[in-house]
């Protein structure tokens, strides 16, 4: 199977299974997609569930934040507006999918458990659990678990099961699945994440902010297209601010000051959310990754046994690389095979920032390329145009460790409805993307119609 034009823009060069696709349909409602955040402390999100407090002493309130249909930015400032606080109150451990029912940890500071009770916002319900002395952090986030539902799948049961089956079978084999940065990173419909990111990074934040105005969405109404169209003509952000819709909330924020400054594109961009600027640069960061897992593999190095010159790294019981990486040696090649065929330890490449060094050997070779084709080196990431986005680097199992928790359920649509429905349970390290696992099964043509 050869990606889809989506898959090849964002950096996703291959299939790791060989199997045919179920094809199949995914969030006819978020419901049909269900995340629940995993903690060290070995804590689910639970809705209505019972938690015993670590300590019930603390400026830090604790609870369960469940939205339908949000991304996890919209819900924290829904909730912070409803509450009359700073959105600086509220803290989480890790980003959710939007168009999902998604159930995760969150911390509000300075606020009595009463104020949640009953509290009634769109899209959003809390659940107070505890008192913490400190806020949530992405350090204490493991994992998620998932159940999904793929719908309308064209294919007779029998058929439908022995491609399930294949299909799994060679994931568990490989201990998991590559562990791309998935569509949500980049923006599925409009894949522009990463480009913008790579402007701010190179310093032309006048392309960063007119690619964030100008370039449409695949979902948008036509009327949309129009107006972004009549501004790439006359570059007019006073009318521009006047026509586009509220909705459209990030472009209005650029679009006010860039009518009142029109060539100040630095400051128009320093408006936007702090944790927005941060995911462009990040997302620029995950394609390069993308590329270069995805080279390691047409070049033919494997993705379970280290080479030389490889780095490798220790992993935690979900599958996470704790600690630093080494270099694999000719005297530590037999204890790092053994460990990684264990399961604990993994090859890991560079999510490339201002601190990362390449590899030293044929792995090493495929970053330089990847970097000089990008036209960049480390020092972008120090990010002149912007000295307080300066991105540091790390590095990311190229295998995200993938553990089906159920049987995988098959079942007749509902009356009226055509073909079969399979529930899929998996759980996956943080960081890693339920819609990687789900493109193996389903291997659609077009993504952008068959997940979202």
């Known amino acids: 199977m050869i ?31 269900i995340v629940k955040e995993v903690l ?23 609870c369960i934040l469940e939205k339908r249909g949000l991304d996890t930015f919209t819900a924290i400032r829904r909730i912070a507006e409803k509450l009359n ?47 913490s002395n400190r806020p949530i952090t992405s350090e204490e986030l493991v994992g998620n678990r998932f159940k999904i539902s793929i719908q309308k799948i064209e294919l007779q049961k029998k058929s439908l099961r022995r491609r399930i089956d294949a299909i799994q079978t060679e994931i568990l084999r490989e201990g998991g699945i590559p562990n791309f940065f998935g569509y949500q990173r980049f923006g599925t ?35 949309l297209s129009k107006i972004r169209g009549e501004l790439s003509d006359t570059m ?8 586009f819709p509220k909705k459209l909330e990030y472009e209005r924020i650029l679009l006010s000051h860039l009518s009142r ?8 961009i320093r408006k936007l959310p702090i944790g927005l600027r941060r995911l462009f640069i990040h997302a620029y960061q995950a394609y390069l990754f993308n590329r270069i897992l995805s080279e390691r593999v047409r070049c033919n190095l494997s993705l379970t046994e280290a080479e030389t010159g490889d780095r490798v790294c220790e992993l935690d019981p979900y599958g996470n690389p704790k600690g630093t990486p080494i270099k694999v040696d000719q005297e530590n090649a037999h204890t790092v095979s053994e460990r990684i065929d264990k399961g604990r330890m993994g090859i890991v490449l560079p999510i490339l ?63 009226k409805r055509a073909g079969f429905m399979v529930d899929v349970r998996f759980s996956l390290p943080k960081g890693s993307y339920a819609t990687v696992v789900l493109r193996e099964f389903m291997k659609a043509d077009d993504p952008t119609k068959a997940m979202y």
């Open 85 to 131: 606080i700073g959105e600086n109150r509220i803290d989480f451990a890790g980003l959710k999918d939007a168009n999902a029912l998604t159930y995760q940890f969150i911390t509000i500071q300075r606020i009595r458990p009463s104020k949640i009770q009953g509290l009634q916002i769109d899209g959003v319900k809390l659940q107070s659990l505890y008192r």
């Open 353 to 415: 920032g201002f601190d990362t060094s390449t590899s030293d050997n044929e792995q090493g070779r495929i970053e330089k390329r990847i970097m000089k084709e990008e036209r960049i080196q480390n020092e972008v990431f120090l990010t002149p145009a912007m000295p307080e986005m300066k991105a540091y680097g790390g590095y990311r199992t190229v295998i995200a460790k993938t553990r089906m928790i159920a049987k995988l359920e098959i079942r007749k649509e509902p009356l």
């Open 189 to 223: 419909f409009r894949p522009i994440t990463h480009t913008v990111g790579k402007s701010i990074l190179i310093g032309d934040c006048r392309q960063a902010v007119l690619t964030y105005l100008l370039e449409p969405n695949l979902k948008e109404k036509p009327y």
């Open 3 to 33: 990606p889809s034009d989506l898959e090849r823009r964002i950096g996703i060069g291959f299939y790791s299974t060989t199997s045919q696709g179920i094809g199949g349909r995914l969030r006819q409602t978020p419901d049909d997609f």
């Open 261 to 268: 400054r029109p060539n100040d594109y630095v400051n128009a």
């Open 40 to 62: 060290a402390n070995e804590m689910i999100a639970e809705p209505g569930g019972q938690y015993r407090a670590q300590r019930d002493t603390g400026g830090f309130l604790v």
């Open 236 to 243: 007019d952000f006073e009318k521009a601010l006047r026509v």
